[in-house]
């Protein structure tokens, strides 16, 4: 007994009042995780929904529309998607969108990544303007549109 006369908690029954409280807080902590994740996902399907109402834009004829199309996959969060599409189109709306790339990307990949698209981009709209002489030069088979492998 206590020296006042009461009798001292065992282990037994300070654990029973604290497992309450426990199991309150982890009950709430995994309410709070799924909800995030839910949230999340949501947030996934809306910007899928935007890209698609935007999808349209990428196949009309005017250069503006595309460009449009191309910075909202940006700031949608697909800065690699709108940099593949325009390098499978070999598409000149998209030369403002590679440049701000190139130049703020967070990420390195997509940055050497539109940096590359839009030298070729140069070199494609090079040689489509070239005199027609110089893209089949007599001295050799065609001008390389690619880069030469490294020699390190």
Same mark, same amino acid.
Not at 71 to 99: C, P, T, Y
């Given at each position: ?36 994740? *839910? ?20 196949? %009309?004829?005017?250069?503006?529309? /595309?460009?449009?199309? *191309? %910075?909202?996959?940006?700031? !949608?969060?697909?800065?690699? !998607? ?13 030369? /403002?969108?590679? %440049? ?33 002489? *110089? ?18």
């Amino acid at each position: 007994m206590a020296p006042d006369g009461k009798k001292s908690k065992d282990i037994w029954e300070k654990l029973a009042s604290i497992s309450s409280l426990v199991s309150g807080v982890l009950i709430a902590r995994i309410g709070l995780w799924a909800t995030q994740a *839910y949230n999340y996902r949501q947030l996934e399907i809306n910007k899928l929904a935007a890209l698609d109402k935007f999808r349209p834009l990428l196949d %009309s004829e005017k250069s503006q529309d /595309r460009e449009f199309a *191309y %910075s909202a996959f940006v700031l !949608l969060g697909h800065e690699e !998607l709108a940099v593949r599409m325009i390098s499978q189109n070999q598409d000149e709306a998209g030369k /403002r969108v590679l %440049s701000d790339l190139a130049a703020t990307s967070e990420k390195n990949s997509t940055r050497d990544y539109a940096k590359e698209t839009l030298t070729s981009l140069k070199r494609i709209w090079f040689l489509d303007n070239a005199d027609p002489d *110089y893209k089949n030069p007599p001295f050799g088979d065609t001008i390389p549109t690619t880069k030469p492998p490294s020699t390190r």
